[in-house]
Every structure is written in C-alpha cells, then in structure tokens.
Nanobody, 127 residues
Framework: QVQVVESGGGLVQAGGSLRLSCTASGLTFDDYAMGWFRQAPGKEREGVACISWTGGTTYYADSEKGRFTISRDNAKNTVYLQMNRLEPEDTAMYYC????????????????????WGQGTQVTVSS
C-alpha cells in the first residue's frame, strides 16, 4: 500500500521561509519523479515544482522560480520543498504527488500524470 505523507507546513510571516517534506512508502521511490502542487481556497490545484527520479532535472512554476527549491533524498524516500521569501499569495494547502514515471517533462503540471497524492500540509503566510 502506497502512502504519501507531507509535513512542515505552518504559519510564517511574509519574507520568511519554510521547508516542506514528503515521504513516500510502499513503492520503489527512485523509480518516480515527484511533484509539489498547491491549492488555495476557491482556486484550482496548481503545479509548484517537479523533480526527476535522479534529482537531475527540475521544473518550477514561473511564480516560484528563484524562491523555491525542490530536492530529494532517495535513501530516505523523501522529497523536499524549500520555500524562501514567502508571500501572502503563497498561502495554500501544499500537496506532494508521485508521478507516473521517472521524468519531469514540459507537461509536468498535468495532475492526471501523477498516480499517488498526499493529504496535504497547510502553509499560511501573514502580511
């Protein structure tokens, strides 16, 4: 049984930082690319970042480039999202997802390309 569990969310002031973690079990972790998504109230879930199975390829949404960094530790079955210079607009539930295969492509934001999802961790950025 595959489990995907996010952690590390919380309340932070604008300009601050948070590091989210996501651990996946019940699968061969380094067979899969991993993605982070977020969903704000009343909005659709949107892609934040994707990392390939080796960690050698990453993609970011334009609004996160230069502020967020995705990384992974295959020995720990864990993917991370380091978020710096947070803005109130970053407030959302953040979800980790296991991609259908090992690579990120230009279609990495398509939710249908991810097979397993976590329950999410809330990030709230106060102004």
């Amino acid at each position: 049984q595959v489990q995907v569990v996010e952690s590390g969310g919380g309340l932070v002031q604008a300009g601050g930082s948070l590091r989210l973690s996501c651990t996946a079990s019940g699968l061969t972790f380094d067979d899969y690319a991993m993605g982070w998504f977020r969903q704000a109230p009343g909005k659709e879930r949107e892609g934040v970042a994707c990392i390939s199975w080796t960690g050698g390829t990453t993609y970011y949404a334009d609004s996160e480039k230069g502020r967020f960094t995705i990384s992974r530790d295959n020995a720990k079955n864990t993917v991370y999202l380091q978020m710096n210079r947070l803005e109130p607009e970053d407030t959302a539930m953040y979800y980790c997802a296991v991609r259908n295969h090992g690579t990120c492509t230009t279609s990495w934001k398509h939710r249908a390309d991810y097979r397993y999802w976590g329950q999410g961790t809330q990030v709230t950025v106060s102004s």
